[in-house]
């Protein structure tokens, strides 16, 4: 069996390509720019030619795209987007317009002429098919995609979309389904993570996908890390270029019970803010009202009797914020690759989701 997982992140895309006749640490992968980096790009070379813009296709990450396409807006040219494009940079069509983007239906696309025509999507699997084919390997042999992909949720209007993101993380979490709640098939997304619901749309309809939040994805890949792997009771941060997760977890029976969590923006913390945070998930007394007013999503306790903090991991691209920490955190290598930590989540993911994957997966990864 073979699994094509892609993390799409803000500053890059990491692609992992498993197959369950090889060993892990021998699985074919790629670290990429990122689809948003990717279009910043075409857009600021789109301001430096003096071109208008047309944008189409679905609702994909933001970040470094929306603010090239607010600077292509302030050097005085135009942006035209269709709606779900549009979504990329507010899910409030009246703000985006307020930007100045003008808001185009796909039936007035067809009318617009002489613009700079670019298609937004996070998986693209063409491309990574073409990059796959220069090295002899067919992407169209792949039996199971899985897509992993940060969703802020669409946020009803005048609703915060940060309150309305962790409110759908606590949710999920009272499932007890552990990090995998975090993990839908194809037909099985909420209608308000628009994200997810865009990668589905654009990845081939002809084989199981499975989609997953990226920091989840991440913390469950970081589990394969065996020295993280055997602690039971553990606090696991996965510290991104724009979002820093991190995961209380506690044993229960032979599994792993999710006992607290917070999720804070990357840019507002510190070493020492965030040692703080970890220790207080650690003991229990974690306040969501302080996060949140701290311009972080919230933070959520389910059992607040203390634990040891004597064991902390950490994973993500910005990791060495907690580098000399006096926490001690172990840097967790999942088959002796960090970046590859959300695509072995996702695998992972896969075998929890899918009985008839199941047997295959955790025989290759176990």
């Not at 955190?329 to 960090?338: I, R, S, T």
């Amino acid at each position: 069996m073979q699994i094509l997982a892609v993390d799409v992140g803000t500053g890059t895309q990491d692609v992992l390509l498993f197959d369950t006749e090889r060993e892990p640490e021998n699985a074919l992968k790629m670290v990429m720019p990122s689809p948003t980096a990717l279009l910043a790009q075409a857009i600021r070379a789109a301001t430096q030619a003096g071109h208008d813009l047309l944008l189409t296709g679905v609702t994909m990450g933001g970040g470094p795209c929306g603010w090239a396409a607010t600077d292509h807006l302030k050097a005085g040219y135009r942006v035209f987007a269709t709606p779900d494009a549009a979504r990329t940079f507010n899910d409030d069509l009246d703000e985006v317009a307020s930007m100045g983007v003008e808001v185009v239906s796909e039936e007035k696309v067809a009318g617009l002429s002489g613009l700079r025509h670019l298609t937004m999507l996070d998986f693209d699997y063409q491309a990574l098919s073409r990059a796959f084919r220069a090295f002899d390997v067919d992407l169209d042999r792949v039996d199971l995609l899985a897509v992993a992909v940060f969703d802020h949720g669409a946020a009803p209007p005048g609703y915060s979309d940060r309150l309305f993101r962790f409110e759908y993380l606590a949710q999920r979490i009272r499932t007890g389904q552990g990090l995998a709640a975090f993990a839908f098939q194809r037909d099985r997304i909420p209608p308000s993570m628009t994200r997810l619901q865009a990668v589905a749309s654009t990845a081939p309809p002809d084989r199981p996908l499975v989609v997953m939040d990226t920091a989840p994805a991440a913390v469950l890949g970081a589990l394969e890390d065996p020295h993280v792997g055997r602690h039971q009771a553990a606090l696991i941060a996965n510290v991104g270029n724009m979002h820093t997760l991190a995961f209380h977890l506690r044993a229960r029976g032979d599994t792993r019970a999710i006992a607290g969590l917070f999720e804070h923006h990357t840019g507002f913390l510190d070493q020492a803010k965030l040692e703080r945070l970890l220790a207080q998930l650690a003991a229990g007394t974690l306040s969501h009202e302080e996060l949140f007013a701290a311009h972080g999503h919230g933070a959520l306790v389910l059992h607040s009797d203390p634990s040891a903090l004597d064991f902390v991991a950490v994973t993500g691209p910005r990791r060495r914020l907690l580098a000399g920490s006096k926490l001690r955190p172990y840097l967790a290598v999942p088959y002796g690759d960090m970046m590859m930590a959300g695509c072995w989540g996702l695998v992972r993911a896969c075998a929890l989701l899918l009985p008839w994957a199941a047997e295959a997966i955790e025989a290759a990864l176990d």
